[in-house]
């Protein structure tokens, strides 16, 4: 007997098969993605692997790079100075009876004995070459830090990996969350975008606090990580990603902004954006000359001024690189990355320190958040008319004074602004940006279209570099907080560039921000109307209840 066909079960079947269709389909589409992406990756960090060992000195058509064979045997850097230009350092390394360094393996940190510090010469020393500035890896050789077992004797860098979150790694140790020995895997954390090699990656006086090769170090030098055992980490990391802010979607309604799909993706003003992510690592011989001072100096203040952290300073005068505890950078760019470098195509460029009361959480006592706001805004705009967007994000809270100066700056007048900065911190600024041009030269840049800052200290930063700045961009008035005018009119008044008029002192001595004493005076009334009204009415009850 044949069944009546319930057409409504067998749409509904069809329905369900549909649906699972579609949704395996999706997942092998995510799988399929998630492949492509890695190997991307791969494919970038081998041909930046490539290109940096093509772009190698004396490179006979022969001739092979083999960069994972970098070994102490190689040319050795001579140090600018063999005897050191610091005293000190000079008397430790002429010392005849050096402790030997003991590495017999051990099965606790925590019972193993404390070693202060290194002296070169020392048994069982033997550092990684490093030739700062050399094009061929094989001769540079990379960046050894850390102060493993395995790896203690190669070292060829002062400090710790991961700048300011150093300290962090290091309470991870000791409460036992981390191992002293872990080895990172870094498989498929690859570049997420090529870059370079560019001429500044091997001149020793464009580039002194980043390593150029830091982007590629654990693939570059595999060899001696395999082999040797040797903790060599990245200092830079590249990726892509979205961007979401809450003004940009106002830009879009507004009309400022139009989406596009590929920079600007939709009506809420999502950009697709490629991120670079830079931990310091300085170069000491170059610092010093970009101050105008010498290294001993620099060494010695950098030792003396942080508790007696890093005795390597000293005693190691023949380790020239230095990780200091400090915060890094991030590169934020829109569009393709590629064009950031092209001398025919405009570039906007936005560098702007941070200020994470603003720029996080939207304080208006300063210009900080709607200047980042209006970098982004341009450098996306410039990047959608076939040109490249680029903002440079620094972490130097508070002009590098922190956030409790700035705090205490800020509820000063205008007229004060530097003079109680430097009252309070003994110095006006200390984000020294000297060496901020760094970055530029890594990412190829050599000239400046239009420069989103009103910064003469970043301007001349730059312009001082050998990169020209063709534009330079103030703030839109419209865009100034009216609490923010203490900070902007002080800094116009001691050099920023503007379009607009520059405040005498007498006008800037009335500048003032949003007073406290008015949010005071009106809680008072309040409490006073509050007061008034009860007591009225206490005494309207009063007299009632004495009526008979």
């Not at 090699?197 to 002194?208: A, E, L, Y």
């Not at 942080?306 to 380790?319: A, C, K, N, Q």
């Not at 706001?373 to 004074?401: C, D, N, P, T």
């Not at 920023?496 to 005071?520: A, C, H």
């Amino acid at each position: 007997m044949v069944l009546p066909t319930d057409d409504s079960t067998q749409h509904a079947v069809s329905s369900t098969d549909i649906l699972a269709a579609i949704k395996l389909l999706h997942d092998d589409h995510q799988r399929l993605t998630n492949m492509v992406e890695s190997i991307n990756g791969r494919v970038n960090m081998l041909a930046g692997i490539q290109q940096v060992s093509e772009a190698a000195v004396n490179k006979s058509p022969g001739d092979t790079i083999t960069p994972n064979s970098v070994t102490s045997s190689a040319p050795e850097q001579k140090p600018d100075n063999p005897k050191s230009a610091f005293p000190i350092a000079e008397t430790v390394q002429d010392t005849k009876e050096s402790p030997i360094l003991d590495l017999a393996p051990k099965r606790s940190t925590a019972t193993s004995r404390i070693i202060l510090t290194t002296y070169p010469g020392q048994a069982g020393i033997d550092p990684v070459i490093m030739n700062w500035g050399h094009k061929d890896p094989s001769q540079r050789g990379p960046v050894v830090v850390s102060r493993a077992h395995g790896t203690l004797r190669r070292r060829n860098a002062i400090g710790a990996h991961g700048g300011s979150y150093s300290i962090y790694n290091a309470l991870a140790i000791a409460i036992n969350d981390l191992k002293v020995d872990h080895k990172p895997d870094f498989t498929n954390t690859d570049p997420a975008a090529n870059i370079g090699p560019f001429p500044q990656w091997s001149d020793p006086k464009k580039i002194v606090s980043m390593d150029p090769l830091g982007h590629l170090a654990p693939w570059l030098f595999s060899g001696m990580v395999n082999k040797e055992g040797l903790d060599i980490r990245p200092t830079i990391a590249i990726t892509k990603a979205h961007m979401k802010l809450p003004e940009l979607e106002q830009s879009v309604k507004s009309g400022r902004l139009a989406p596009d799909g590929k920079i600007c993706l939709n009506q809420s003003g999502e950009l697709a954006v490629t991120k670079f992510a830079v931990e310091p690592v300085w170069y000491l011989p170059g610092v010093a000359e970009r101050f105008g001072i010498d290294e001993g100096s620099l060494r010695r203040a950098l030792f003396e001024n942080t508790g007696g952290s890093f005795p390597e300073l000293i005693t190691r005068g023949d380790i020239k690189l230095f990780l200091p505890p400090i915060g890094g950078l991030t590169v934020y760019c829109f569009g393709d990355p590629a064009k950031m470098s092209d001398p025919t195509v405009r570039l906007a460029l936005r560098v702007h320190d941070e200020c994470n009361g603003s720029d996080v959480f939207g304080s208006d006592i300063c210009t900080c958040r709607p200047y980042l706001i209006f970098g982004v805004e341009e450098a996306v705009k410039e990047a959608q008319k076939g040109g490249s967007g680029v903002v440079i994000y620094f972490r130097k809270e508070g002009r590098a004074l922190g956030e409790v100066t700035k705090y205490l700056v800020y509820n000063a007048r205008a007229s004060d602004y530097f003079k109680r900065t430097e009252n309070i911190a003994g110095v006006k600024d200390m984000r020294f940006q000297a060496l901020m041009p760094d970055i530029l030269h890594w990412l190829g840049i050599t000239k400046i279209d239009r420069m989103l800052s009103m910064s003469n200290m970043k301007h001349d930063a730059i312009v001082e570099q050998g990169i020209p700045i063709h534009e330079r961009v103030p703030i839109p008035d419209e865009m100034i907080p009216e609490d923010s005018r203490v900070e902007i009119d002080a800094k116009i008044h001691a050099g920023y560039f503007t379009t607009g008029k520059v405040m005498t002192m007498d006008e800037l001595s009335n500048v003032q921000g949003r007073p406290w004493e008015d949010i005071d005076v009106e809680l008072i009334e309040d409490f006073d109307a509050t007061t008034v009204t009860l007591t009225t009415d206490t005494e309207r009850s009063t007299a009632e209840r004495a009526v008979p």
